[in-house]
């Protein structure tokens, strides 16, 4: 398959697992989850084994579009139990951590057991095994989770505010998705060696998995709005110095500093679309926000990048990232007068 074909076919599985993760988030909700969760990971298992032994672009295709709205709809049950849970921060901290962590065994196998063994169609290989896991597991899960409030019920509808925040939000997302498909790009075009680059990719996702859970740790007791600011300020600062610098040194700590701070964010977007949206409805749809940004970003990026010179894929992520803070800020701003009204 051409590069061309691969982008597509990417692009296609992000949309699928934008939709599912929409669709899921209310869907996996209204009963027989277990059952729910269990068929479509199991259907999850059925379409990356079928994209092994894919012989046309088009099935390609198809399989990375099903395989895409299959997970996006497993995202959507975790997402819709964590929303309904007391600490939907918390746990919102613990599952991108744990998220990870099988990224980190795999970075070693891979190269070790994976590809000897299954050839290049080893990382679907490893997919349909973790879908396998998740329908084993599924028996675990609660079967129904509780109706959330309705908007009319209690007075509260999506404001200018929480649509300003989720403006925030998929910028945000999408900086950081521009960050990761042009980031290595950038690196090579400084002249940095794949070694460094693979170590700074590596490390980060130790940093990732800390990061994610400290937070999970410290957010229920935090300051909801600095936390975020600030996280969001990291994330645009550390991509910032990691498009302009040619140190191995400062490239390798600035990749492990953006990505921990995007990984630490996830916690606090959470907690405060809950604070906005008191029925939780918009909650459900933060994971959404972010998919849809992760994959906005790189073809915002794209138009900023030449055959030679990608640095200007870099300084969208940037751009992207500054402009989300400007949006929270603003988003913060209003809350805290609405607030300050309300109790007045």
Same mark, same amino acid.
């Given at each position: 398959?051409?590069?061309?074909?691969?982008?597509?076919?990417?692009?296609?599985?992000?949309?699928?697992?934008?939709?599912?993760?929409?669709?899921?988030?209310?869907?996996?909700?209204?009963?027989?989850?277990?059952?729910?969760?269990?068929?479509?990971?199991?259907?999850?298992?059925?379409?990356?084994?079928?994209?092994?032994?894919?012989?046309?672009? +088009?099935?390609?295709?198809?399989?990375? %579009? #099903?395989?895409? /709205?299959? $997970?996006? &709809?497993?995202?959507?049950? @975790?997402?819709?139990?964590?929303?309904?849970?007391?600490?939907?921060?918390?746990?919102?901290?613990?599952?991108?951590?744990?998220?990870?962590?099988?990224?980190?065994?795999?970075?070693?196998?891979?190269?070790?057991?994976?590809?000897?063994?299954?050839?290049?169609?080893?990382?679907?290989?490893?997919?349909?095994?973790?879908?396998?896991?998740?329908?084993?597991?599924?028996?675990?899960?609660?079967?129904?989770?509780?109706?959330?409030?309705?908007?009319?019920?209690?007075?509260?509808?999506?404001?200018?505010?929480?649509?300003?925040?989720?403006?925030?939000?998929?910028?945000?997302?999408?900086?950081?998705?521009?960050?990761?498909?042009?980031?290595?790009?950038?690196?090579?075009?400084?002249?940095?060696?794949?070694?460094?680059?693979?170590?700074?990719?590596? +490390?980060?996702?130790?940093?990732?998995? %800390? #990061?994610?859970? /400290?937070? $999970?740790? &410290?957010?229920?007791?935090? @300051?909801?709005?600095?936390?975020?600011?600030?996280?969001?300020?990291?994330?645009?600062?550390?991509?910032?110095?990691?498009?302009?610098?040619?140190?191995?040194?400062?490239?390798?700590?600035?990749?492990?500093?953006?990505?921990?701070?995007?990984?630490?964010?996830?916690?606090?977007?959470?907690?405060?679309?809950?604070?906005?949206?008191?029925?939780?409805?918009?909650?459900?749809?933060?994971?959404?926000?972010?998919?849809?940004?992760?994959?906005?970003?790189?073809?915002?990026?794209?138009?900023?990048?030449?055959?030679?010179?990608?640095?200007?894929?870099?300084?969208?992520?940037?751009?992207?990232?500054?402009?989300?803070?400007?949006?929270?800020?603003v988003c913060a701003s209003r809350s805290t007068r609405q607030r300050t009204a309300s109790h007045a």
């Amino acid at each position: 398959m051409s590069k061309a074909g691969i982008g597509q076919a990417a692009t296609l599985e992000l949309l699928g697992l934008t939709l599912g993760a929409t669709v899921g988030g209310y869907w996996m909700a209204r009963g027989a989850m277990r059952l729910k969760t269990a068929a479509t990971a199991l259907g999850l298992v059925a379409v990356n084994v079928a994209n092994a032994h894919a012989e046309t672009t +088009a099935a390609v295709f198809l399989d990375r %579009a #099903a395989a895409g /709205l299959l $997970a996006g &709809l497993l995202f959507g049950a @975790a997402n819709a139990i964590i929303v309904r849970s007391n600490n939907p921060d918390r746990l919102t901290g613990i599952l991108c951590g744990a998220s990870v962590v099988p990224q980190i065994g795999l970075a070693y196998l891979f190269p070790v057991l994976l590809i000897p063994t299954f050839g290049v169609a080893a990382g679907l290989y490893a997919l349909a095994a973790g879908a396998l896991i998740a329908a084993l597991f599924a028996v675990t899960l609660v079967d129904k989770v509780g109706v959330l409030k309705r908007a009319e019920r209690t007075g509260n509808r999506f404001s200018g505010t929480v649509m300003l925040y989720g403006s925030a939000t998929i910028l945000q997302a999408a900086g950081l998705g521009a960050a990761w498909t042009y980031i290595e790009r950038v690196a090579t075009q400084h002249g940095l060696g794949p070694s460094v680059i693979g170590l700074a990719f590596s +490390a980060s996702l130790a940093s990732q998995v %800390a #990061a994610s859970w /400290l937070s $999970a740790w &410290l957010v229920p007791s935090m @300051a909801k709005w600095p936390g975020l600011l600030v996280l969001v300020l990291t994330q645009a600062g550390f991509i910032a110095l990691a498009v302009l610098t040619d140190a191995p040194t400062a490239f390798i700590v600035a990749i492990c500093l953006f990505a921990s701070a995007a990984c630490a964010l996830q916690a606090f977007q959470m907690a405060q679309i809950v604070r906005l949206d008191t029925t939780r409805r918009a909650a459900v749809l933060i994971l959404p926000m972010i998919l849809f940004g992760n994959g906005l970003g790189p073809l915002i990026a794209s138009f900023a990048t030449t055959e030679v010179d990608v640095l200007g894929g870099g300084w969208a992520a940037v751009a992207m990232t500054a402009a989300s803070l400007l949006l929270y800020v603003v988003c913060a701003s209003r809350s805290t007068r609405q607030r300050t009204a309300s109790h007045a």
